[in-house]
């Protein structure tokens, strides 16, 4: 918790009756047959991702912020390449994440961002210095590289990693420049309420989510 007009750094640990709950947790997700994830991105405490584990409980992790190799990410985890608060792949390799930022009224870090296109570059196999279409914005370069390839190398490499779940999110899957959610805004960005360039029948039998479905696919595990 974060007191009332204080900076985040002032924030505490309120601390619940853990065990009890994820007890509760565990006897609910074998009567429904479901599987449990356990947000634990950013700042958490320490002993709650192994707590999870004890429990089987799927860690959440994303190619954007691990600094290792998608192999390399745990077997017990839900992995994808962002989260509806950060850049679509779109977003980020056009740089049109920075300028909408900076039309919200915020200050991204640009230099940070370039870092993550490079990143996003090497697991896609493109050149780092290649820019979608028109060459704008903060990343302009001569060269061009579909942004449909960018996003689905990406997530062909996100298929390399051993994790029980694999996610694709559906602003990747059609290729939207813009992310659902700025964190740090609240009327300059419209959050949550910003509509798909596509309907759900055309989403249905567009080509990007078939060919992401493609690279994410893999094998049945024989757990016998």
């Not at 850049?87 to 994440?97: F, I, K, Q």
């Not at 449909?148 to 298929?159: K, M, Q």
Request: no cysteine; proline share 8%.
């Amino acid at each position: 918790w974060i007191p009332h007009g204080l900076s985040p750094g002032a924030g505490t640990y309120v601390r619940t009756r853990a065990d009890e709950l994820l007890a509760i947790v565990d006897v609910e997700s074998h009567r429904a047959g479901a599987f449990i994830v356990g947000e634990d991105l950013g700042t958490v405490e320490a002993g709650v991702r192994e707590t999870l584990a004890a429990h089987r409980m799927l860690s959440y992790r994303l190619l954007y912020f691990e600094p290792g190799t998608p192999a390399a990410l745990p077997e017990m985890a839900l992995s994808s390449v962002t989260t509806h608060d950060l850049a679509t792949v779109a977003g980020l390799w056009s740089g049109r994440d920075i300028t909408d930022s900076q039309a919200a009224g915020l200050q991204p870090n640009e230099e940070g961002m370039r870092v993550l296109r490079e990143k996003v570059a090497a697991l896609a196999h493109v050149p780092a210095d290649a820019a979608p279409g028109t060459p704008t914005g903060p990343f302009a370069t001569d060269a061009e590289v579909s942004i449909a390839d960018v996003i689905e190398g990406t997530y062909r490499a996100l298929a390399a990693a051993p994790s029980r779940i694999l996610l694709a999110t559906l602003d990747d899957a059609i290729a939207v420049a813009e992310r659902p959610n700025m964190p740090g805004t609240t009327t300059s960005w419209p959050n949550w309420s910003l509509a798909l360039p596509q309907s759900l029948e055309e989403i249905e039998t567009a080509e990007l989510p078939r060919r992401l479905a493609k690279a994410l696919g893999r094998p049945p595990v024989d757990e016998r």
